[in-house]
C-alpha cells in the first residue's frame, strides 16, 4: 500500500482524467470497477492473456513473428484512441508522469515482441516459466506474513506441476524468453504505478503508453504486416489477436492494479497457468492429468490463503 501512495504521488497529472477516460471508466465501466471484486477483473484478463497468444501462433506463418506484434499493438492503440485521447493526456501531464509513460509505452512494445519471439523458437511452457520466474521476486519483495508466505509456496509448487519446465539449446529463444520475463515485471512495476491514481485514469494512461508503444514498434514491424492488408480474413483475424491481448486484459489488468497491492497481484499471476490448462480442455481438448489437477488444486489452494493488504480510502 505504501508503494501505491507512492506511485500515486508520482503521477499527478493522472489524478483527474479528462472527459473522454471519464466516458471510459464511467459511469457504467466506474460503477463495475468499484463494486466487482479487483480478483474477477484478474480472472477475465488471465482467460484472454493465452487465447490471444494461442490465436496469434497460427498467424505467424502468414504475417510474421513481429508483423503479428505490430499488428497486435496497432490494433490497441487504434481501440485505445478514440477514447482516451492519448494526445491530451500527454500534453496535460508534468514531466515526470509523460516519462512514466513513455517508459510504460516501450516495455510494452518490447515486451510483446520479445514474448512472440521466444513463442517463435520454445516450447510455450517454456516461455511461461521462464515469465513466472520473476513475479515470484515481485511476490516475495511486499509478501511479508507468514501466511502470505506459505500461499505463494503452495502456489508456486502448483505451478511447478502445472508447468513442463525443459531446458532448451536455442540461445536466442532463451534470451528473447528472458528479456520477456524481465519486462513482465516492469510491467507489472509501471502499471502499478499508471493504476495508483484510479481505475479511470489508470485506462487513460494505458491508452496514452498503448500509443507510444505502437510508434516504437512501427519501424520493425510494419514491413512484416503488410500481407494482412491484401487478405481481409486474415487481417479480421489478426484485430481479433489484438483486441484479446492487448485491450480487454489490459483493460482487466489496470482495474484489478488500482486495487490490489502489487505483491498480492504478482502471486495471482500464479493462476495463469489455470487458465491455459482450463482453455486448452474447453478449446484443444487437451485433458489434464492426475497431476496437473493436483497443481491445479495448489494453485487455487495457495490464491485463497493468500491474504492481500487492505484496500486504500479514496
Known sequence: MRNQEQASAASPALDKPDSASQSLAGPALSTLATELPPHLWFGVSAVFHYLGPAFAVLLFAQVGVLGMAWLRIATAALVFAPLTRPWRVLARAD????????????????????????????????????EFVGTIAVALVGLRSP??????????TGTLLLIDVKWSSDPVGLFWAFLNGALFVAYIVLGHRVAASGAGAGIAGLGAAMTIAFLVVLPVGFTEAMPA???????????????????????????????????????????????????????????????????????????????????RVP
Open 95 to 130: 514531466r515526470p508522469t509523460r516519462l512514466l509513460l513513455v517508459a510504460f509505452g516501450a516495455c510494452l512494445a518490447v515486451m510483446n515482441c520479445s514474448f512472440y519471439l521466444a513463442l517463435d523458437r520454445l516450447p510455450i511452457s517454456l516461455v511461461a516459466a521462464i
Open 147 to 156: 501466511r502470505n508466505l506459505a500461499a505463494l509456496a503452495i502456489a508456486v
Open 229 to 311: 492488408f491484401s487478405a481481409p480474413s486474415l487481417l479480421v483475424a489478426a484485430i481479433g489477436v489484438g483486441i484479446c491481448s492487448s485491450v480487454i486484459p489490459y483493460i482487466c489488468d489496470q482495474l484489478a492494479m488500482a486495487r490490489l497491492p502489487r505483491a498480492s497481484f504478482a502471486l495471482m499471476l500464479s493462476l495463469l497457468p489455470l487458465s491455459a490448462t482450463l482453455i486448452g480442455i474447453i478449446v484443444l481438448r487437451q485433458v489434464p492429468s492426475l497431476g496437473d489437477c493436483l497443481g491445479i488444486a495448489l494453485v487455487v489452494a495457495g490464491v485463497a490463503l493468500h491474504k492481500p493488504a487492505p484496500e
